[in-house]
């Protein structure tokens, strides 16, 4: 059933609206935590225990509406209700049920008081509508009813409608047992015949075929196979009810090597995007090799430049030192001029020697900077490579599968769940450090 619920105040006007007598029938059918007996008066009572706190919205609503077709009995009402109360954390706390009646169908509204007496605070409600969608898939499948469309959470995951980027996370991540379980009984929930139910699998990821045993069962892409009633959780009577004739299905073997014919398609296509993405960044990475080289020798220039405009100005300081004429004569006279010349030696050679530093240290910062980028481009290589690589040992595995006879599969299949349980089994005793 749909559940929709909201945190809210104004007590008496929410009273007001669920004694409406525009149904055909308004039932007060539980006031449980209040002093009062009447539903006005229990709603009043909460939003004066509120006043003691900060809280505002101190009431949470919830309206219950079960499938239009369906005749659904006050204990299933019940249950639902309890079943949000312990998921939203509101076990315990005082609550109205009110039922309604009109053109022939009943629906429910649940009310909760949200202040804790005890703590004097709101109970906090996260993620509420979540937990209700939660529940109320729940309900739909318990009670086999047909889930609206909305209701389905689960992702359109077959794997040959995979970006590489999909392929490659999905490959890291795997699926788990609840996942899996959880596909399964959506596309049941959504489905009301073979094609709908074959057809719900489809976007998932599985092919629906016919078992070994001549049970209805689903293929992955990987070969696995997945009985429809255990994963589903329906009784193997109902799966035969809905789905019917079963010689009209594949065997296990011809839907593993159609998914393989598939799958090799998709990893071709996945194999020219990595080498023209590996054409692609070699190509860009040429391109930066040249366009860095040209920088580092326009650097190079500017130093050169920058250098040979210090020199000149420097030596025409140097030279400015040594005067003429009657002035020189004299600094000759008394040793002034051996002094500034070899000053201006001592800074000549210092000049040389930074000059030099400033080119190496250039050269050096201009090395490291190319050596960052070559690694880099390496690495970008070498995932690519690796991507490569693991897509053609995808290429290989599903040739495999397309290729093995019907016993060949099951055998394969047999000695891989064995290798698994091998794998999983400790052997001999272990120390804890």
Not at 165 to 194: C, P, T, V, Y
Not at 272 to 277: N, P, Y
Not at 359 to 371: G, I
């Amino acid at each position: 059933m749909i559940l929709v619920g909201n945190q809210r105040g104004g007590a008496k006007n929410l009273a007001l609206h669920l004694l409406k007598e525009e149904n055909e029938r308004v039932e007060l059918h539980e006031l449980k935590g209040f002093c009062s007996d009447n539903l006005i008066g229990a709603l009043n009572e909460s939003y004066a225990i509120s006043r003691a706190t900060k809280c505002k919205q101190h009431l949470f609503s919830l309206s219950l509406n079960p499938p239009p077709q369906e005749q659904v009995s006050t204990e299933d009402f019940e249950h639902a209700i309890n079943r949000v109360e312990e998921k939203l954390g509101l076990a315990g706390q005082p609550r109205a049920i009110v039922f309604h009646t009109k053109e022939n169908r009943t629906h429910c509204h649940a009310v909760w008081s949200r202040i804790n007496l005890e703590e004097m605070k709101a109970v906090q409600l996260s993620f509420s509508k979540q937990k209700m969608q939660e529940v109320s898939r729940e309900l739909y499948l318990e009670h086999g009813w047909q889930m609206p469309r909305g209701l389905v959470n689960t992702k359109e995951t077959d794997p040959r409608n995979f970006t590489l980027a999909e392929w490659q996370q999905a490959k890291r991540l795997g699926k788990d047992a609840r996942e899996i379980k959880g596909q399964f009984q959506d596309a049941w929930a959504i489905s009301d015949s073979k094609a709908a139910f074959s057809h719900a699998l489809e976007e998932r990821g599985y092919k629906l075929a016919r078992g070994d045993r001549r049970g209805f069962v689903a293929v992955d892409h990987k070969g696995e196979v997945y009985p429809v009633s255990r994963w589903a959780g329906v009784k193997t009577k109902q799966v035969k009810d809905r789905l019917g004739d079963i010689q009209e299905l594949p065997s296990v073997a011809d839907a593993r090597t159609q998914f393989a014919q598939e799958m090799m398609q998709k990893i071709q296509e996945f194999q020219k995007q990595v080498e023209k993405e590996k054409k692609e960044k070699a190509r860009k990475s040429e391109e930066e090799q040249q366009r860095l080289a040209v920088q580092r020798q326009a650097k190079q220039e500017e130093l050169k430049k920058q250098q040979l405009e210090r020199q000149q100005e420097e030596t025409e300081q140097r030279k400015a030192r040594l005067r003429k004429g009657f002035l020189g004569l004299w600094d000759r006279i008394r040793g002034e001029n051996k002094r500034i010349e070899k000053q201006n030696r001592m800074e000549a050679l210092e000049k040389l020697a930074r000059e030099r530093l400033e080119k190496e240290t250039l050269l050096q910062y201009q090395l490291t900077e190319q050596k960052r980028q070559q690694e880099v481009q390496q690495r970008v290589q070498q995932k690519l490579d690796k991507e490569k690589q693991e897509l053609q040992q995808d290429t290989e595995h599903f040739q495999q599968m397309k290729s093995l006879s019907e016993e060949e599969q099951r055998k394969a299949f047999m000695e891989k769940r064995r290798s698994y349980a091998r794998k999983d089994r400790i052997r001999g005793p272990t120390i804890e450090r």
